[in-house]
T-cell receptor, first 114, second 112 residues
Framework: DAGVTQSPTHLIKTRGQHVTLRCSPI?????VSWYQQVLGQGPQFIFQ???????GRGNFPDRFSARQFPNYSSELNVNALLLGDSALYLC?????????????FGEGSRLTVL | GESVGLHLPTLSVQEGDNSIINCAYS??????FIWYKQESGKGPQFIID?????DKRQGQRVTVLLNKTVKHLSLQIAATQPGDSAVYFC???????????FGTGTRLKVLA
């Protein structure tokens, strides 16, 4: 079975641009979470969606937004990119968003902002 | 704010020896703890988890210990192998918050 898939795997943008990252969860998983991982640090929570509703939001500015589609896939959007947005963006899925349990991570989308 | 941190940023062990990676957490309300392994260029991979109603859990070559009194957990890897070389993260969560807080990570280097 396919794991969590993310696209694109790598991308380069310039300051001020906008980016959309995509994620497909494991089949049957209804919850998707997004994490930002800056080089040399642990992942930082951005959003969690369950059944198309936002269930949690981390300490990120409003330039960051996300949504979940009826098929449970998700998009992360970042507007007005800053140099500090350069990071690995990780998507994780889980069957239930109603409690704790293993998060299954994708390989990530590496964003470089020049 | 609440955070989960690691005591040692880098740990070097001889192949075949046991490894112990430590982690401290600060949120006394945390009731779920998980260890992930991340190899270069890849996403985090699940190793083992433990809930707050337990103090020890064993998997294949790995054991997680939880000490709620001092808010500390550790990951023990038996007979460390070259394939264990990676960065290891601990994370904690509180039921109902949907937010996992990751530590900075410990790099494990296995020496041949």
């Amino acid at each position: 079975d396919a794991g969590v898939t993310q696209s694109p795997t790598h991308l380069i943008k310039t300051r001020g641009q906008h980016v959309t990252l995509r994620c497909s969860p494991i089949s049957g998983h209804k919850s998707v979470s997004w994490y930002q991982q800056v080089l040399g640090q642990g992942p930082q929570f951005i959003f969690q969606y369950y059944e198309k509703e936002e269930r949690g939001r981390g300490n990120f500015p409003d330039r960051f937004s996300a949504r979940q589609f009826p098929n449970y896939s998700s998009e992360l959007n970042v507007n007005a990119l800053l140099l500090g947005d350069s990071a690995l963006y990780l998507c994780a899925s889980s069957f239930s968003g109603m409690g704790t349990g293993e998060l299954f991570f994708g390989e990530g989308s590496r964003l470089t902002v020049l | 704010g609440e955070s989960v941190g690691l005591h040692l940023p880098t740990l070097s062990v001889q192949e075949g020896d046991n490894s112990i990676i430590n982690c401290a957490y600060s949120n006394s309300a945390s009731d779920y703890f998980i260890w992930y392994k991340q190899e270069s260029g890849k996403g985090p991979q699940f190793i083992i988890d433990i809930r707050s109603n337990m103090d020890k859990r064993q998997g294949q070559r790995v054991t997680v210990l939880l000490n709620k009194t001092v808010k500390h957990l550790s990951l023990q890897i038996a007979a460390t192998q070259p394939g264990d070389s990676a960065v290891y993260f601990c994370a904690d969560a509180t039921s109902g918050t949907y937010k996992y807080i990751f530590g900075t990570g410990t790099r494990l280097k296995v020496l041949a």
